[in-house]
Nanobody, 126 residues
Framework: QVNLVESGGGLVQAGGSLRLSCAVSGRTSSSYVYYVGWFRQAPGKEREFVAAIGWSRDTTAYADSVKGRFTISRDNAKNTVYLQMNNLKPEDTAVYYC?????????????????WGQGTQVTVSS
């Protein structure tokens, strides 16, 4: 079993920055975690992929809407994945979730992820 806990959300003005953290616990070896991804869900919209990082591989992927503004990274010593979000826009407002993908693939599809955190709210004011 893998547990994920997000933190770092909040209210920020457009153009500002936030860093989200995802603490991963439980079975954290590469046998159980292939990707850790960030997703977001705005009110009335479907959950969408934001970024993903290989747990033991230097592989990253980003949604086109966040490329150049968001950076995903990890600290395996702390079993933590970060999402640095710069130049935030009102359309980035959503609940942000981190999740575990246990299988190799592109790491960009919601269906590939089977363990989810509870989410953290990010609100960007204009």
């Amino acid at each position: 079993q893998v547990n994920l806990v997000e933190s770092g959300g909040g209210l920020v003005q457009a153009g500002g920055s936030l860093r989200l953290s995802c603490a991963v616990s439980g079975r954290t070896s590469s046998s159980y975690v292939y990707y850790v991804g960030w997703f977001r869900q705005a009110p009335g919209k479907e959950r969408e992929f934001v970024a993903a990082i290989g747990w033991s591989r230097d592989t990253t992927a980003y949604a086109d809407s966040v490329k150049g503004r968001f950076t995903i990274s990890r600290d395996n010593a702390k079993n933590t994945v970060y999402l640095q979000m710069n130049n935030l826009k009102p359309e980035d407002t959503a609940v942000y979730y981190c999740a575990r993908d246990p299988t190799p693939g592109l790491g960009m599809r919601t269906l590939e992820y089977d363990s989810w955190g509870q989410g953290t709210q990010v609100t960007v004011s204009s």
